[in-house]
């Protein structure tokens, strides 16, 4: 823990230079030297405690991650400016907006812990068995890939200079750029949670099954994880629309961002109560989606203020794909359903025929949908293939030119 603390400024330093082959190294390597310590350590035959092996695996975890941000801020700090003489070290517009953000990463964490809080003091400890399973399994996904994905979209959006200093064609300029990539980002993020949604829905209880065994299949694990797979959803548009709130939000902007979380913390904690009073473990979910609503809600508020002065620009319209996209993803998620009946049927004596074939409709209806994608939404594609050459930037732009 002290080793990871001690990492943090150096993995700040690397995400607001947008070093992402830094993070992806280093996060690869030392979840590679966890798995390989903890390996070593039960096959030893040493009798330790399994708690001792894997707080050892986590240290090897931290070292390697605090000697890769190290090795980092080596090669990188000669390169930085030094410090401004004239204002010091100490920033004190910066120090307020770091509070800010430590305010709300406060309450976010209010947040999450709330959901545990109504688990353990209102529900069953059957239900408590089954959330506490689908969370960490549904959890992957926005772990492994939103997450990342939105600090890289949080930091790349706080590279862009305050558009409210420009009122000339240079700011507008400006402005299009920021618009077209988070019209871009929104669309990636949408299309992702609705594959999730998709596919969540129709492949949940064989993910279940599979990984779980026939007990947790005859549980209510499968509708909630059906459900946390539309979960997904919410909090990929939640995600990156946040992400780009707080990189445009000043001081005052953020407090009031403060208080308006601390609203929705209570009513995900109230909706949360009731819900799983009459829903169950699928309750608590069901108060995840409508907190991830009203954040999404908030934040397109503020998104459509700040690209008012370019009414050409529809962000948010945007997000959504092609009717004919839309229409290959119900089609997916109506064979999936088809097929998930069919593994029903099978899944007692013809286990592993069934679940080859449910997996092999999954794969083909997939690469349907990709041929659909790269038909039907040329554009897209060619946006993201901009996108992953570079092409597609936040445009900097001189304050002194914008006059």
């Not at 004239?86 to 999450?112: D, I, Y």
């Not at 694990?221 to 445009?248: C, D, M, P, R, W």
């Not at 997939?366 to 897209?380: N, P, T, V």
Request: aromatic share 12%.
């Amino acid at each position: 823990g002290v080793l990871e603390l001690a990492s943090e400024p150096m993995y700040c330093l690397g995400q607001r230079h947008l070093a992402l082959r830094l993070r992806i190294a280093t996060e690869t390597l030392a979840t590679l030297v966890r798995c390989a310590a903890t390996y070593a350590l039960f096959q030893s035959g040493s009798g330790t405690d399994a708690k001792t092996i894997f707080g050892f695996a986590q240290l090897g975890y931290s070292c390697v991650f605090f000697i890769g941000h190290s090795l980092y801020l080596v090669y990188i700090l000669p390169t930085l400016r030094k410090k401004d003489q004239a204002g010091g070290w100490f920033n004190r517009e910066v120090f307020q907006l770091s509070c800010s953000f430590t305010v709300q990463a406060l309450w976010k964490l209010l947040l999450a812990e709330g959901e545990k809080a109504v688990v353990l003091l209102v529900s069953h400890p059957t239900d408590q068995g089954v959330y506490g399973l689908v969370s960490n399994l549904g959890s992957l996904f926005v772990r492994i890939v939103l997450t990342p994905f939105e600090e890289s979209a949080f930091h790349t959006f706080s590279r862009a200079q305050a558009n409210q200093q420009f009122g000339s064609a240079a700011g507008k300029r400006e402005l299009k750029s920021e618009a077209q990539l988070l019209s871009l980002l929104l669309r990636l993020c949408t299309l992702a949670g609705l594959v999730v949604a998709s596919y969540g829905v129709s492949y949940a209880h064989f993910c279940i099954r599979f990984l779980y065994g026939p007990h947790w299949s005859g549980t209510d694990a499968v509708a909630v994880l059906q459900l946390y797979s539309v979960y997904v959803f919410f909090l990929a548009l939640n995600g990156i629309t946040e992400a780009f709130v707080h990189s445009k939000s000043s001081s005052s902007e953020l407090r009031a961002q403060n208080k308006w979380l601390l609203f929705f913390s209570i009513a995900n904690l109230v909706c949360g109560i009731v819900f799983q009073k009459y829903f169950g473990s699928s309750g608590i979910v069901l108060a995840g989606c409508v907190n991830m609503s009203f954040r999404i809600i908030y934040s397109s508020t503020f998104i459509r203020t700040y690209f008012q002065g370019i009414p050409e620009v529809r962000i948010l319209s945007n997000a959504l794909p092609p009717t004919k996209v839309s229409a290959t993803l119900l089609a997916t998620l109506g064979v999936g359903t088809l097929s998930g009946r069919m593994f029903l049927r099978l899944s007692g004596e013809m286990f592993v025929l069934a679940s080859a074939a449910h997996v092999a409709v999954a794969v083909l209806s997939l690469g349907a949908l990709f041929f659909f994608i790269w038909k039907f939404d040329k554009s897209f594609c060619q946006q993201m293939e901009s996108l992953r050459k570079g092409d597609i930037v936040i445009t900097k732009v001189d304050a002194s030119k914008g006059a």
